[in-house]
């Protein structure tokens, strides 16, 4: 059973370009959860996501970030026009439908903007 | 709102020592869990332990334990017979049943010394 896939591992872009970042969650698991984690941080809820649904956006900056998870394929999250501030690494986690249980993260996409 | 608290930016332990690693947290729900994550410096995020708060008995991995205060929104985690491999970041993270989402921790850099 594969892990949770992230690609790309990291991604370079320039200020005011588009990043997407995707998420295959590991088979059998309907939940996705989005972290950032600013250098020298602990990691930070971004967004949790179910096939075609976001249950919780909480996290999410107002502007310029979105995400999604649809019926088929991975889930995506796009950050547009972005800023330097955005430099940070950005893990993805599934898990099945159950409360409570473990999360499985992917091993993240490091996003630098120059 | 919900809360992590790990107090200890950094710490170091001889080879074959035991340490531990303290974790404070607050929530108002009932319905909680705790994870101790490692993150080693390939950044996966591995999960240590996990600990249901509604269980009395504190949770063992093998050589990981944690002493689960409850009354004390207390969580710490023991390493014993401490590896050169136990070298990593370790987040403590509070998951809710009803949002699903990890709340985590500052981390805690743990050095083992050979």
């Known amino acids: 059973n594969a892990g949770v896939m992230q690609n790309p591992r990291h991604l370079v872009r320039r200020r005011g370009q588009e990043a997407r970042l995707r998420c295959s969650p590991m088979k059998g698991h309907s939940h996705v959860y989005w972290y950032r984690q600013l250098p020298e941080e602990g990691l930070k809820f971004m967004v949790y996501?179910?096939?075609?649904?976001?249950?919780?956006e909480s996290g999410m900056p107002k502007e310029r970030f979105s995400a999604e998870f649809p019926k088929e394929g991975p889930s995506i999250l796009r950050i547009q026009q972005v800023v330097r501030g955005d430099s940070a690494a950005y893990f993805c986690a599934s898990s099945p439908p159950l409360a409570g249980v473990e999360q499985f993260f992917g091993p993240g996409t490091r996003l630098t903007v120059l | 709102a919900q809360t992590v608290t790990q107090s200890q930016p950094e710490m170091s332990v001889q080879e074959a020592e035991t340490v531990t690693l303290s974790c404070t947290y607050d929530?108002?729900?009932?319905?909680?869990?705790l994870f101790w994550y490692k993150q080693p410096p390939s950044r996966q995020m591995i999960l240590v332990i996990r600990?249901?708060?509604?269980?009395?008995q504190n949770a063992t991995e093998n050589r990981f334990s944690v002493n689960f205060q409850k009354a004390a929104k207390s969580f710490s985690l023991k390493i014993s017979d401490s590896q050169l491999g136990d070298t990593a970041m370790y987040f403590c993270a509070l998951g809710s049943s009803n949002t699903g989402k990890l709340i985590f921790g500052q981390g805690t850099t743990l050095q083992v010394k050979p």
């Open positions: 600990q249901e708060a509604y269980k009395q």
């Open positions: 996501l179910q096939k075609e649904n976001i249950i919780d």
């Open positions: 929530t108002s729900e009932n319905n909680y869990y």
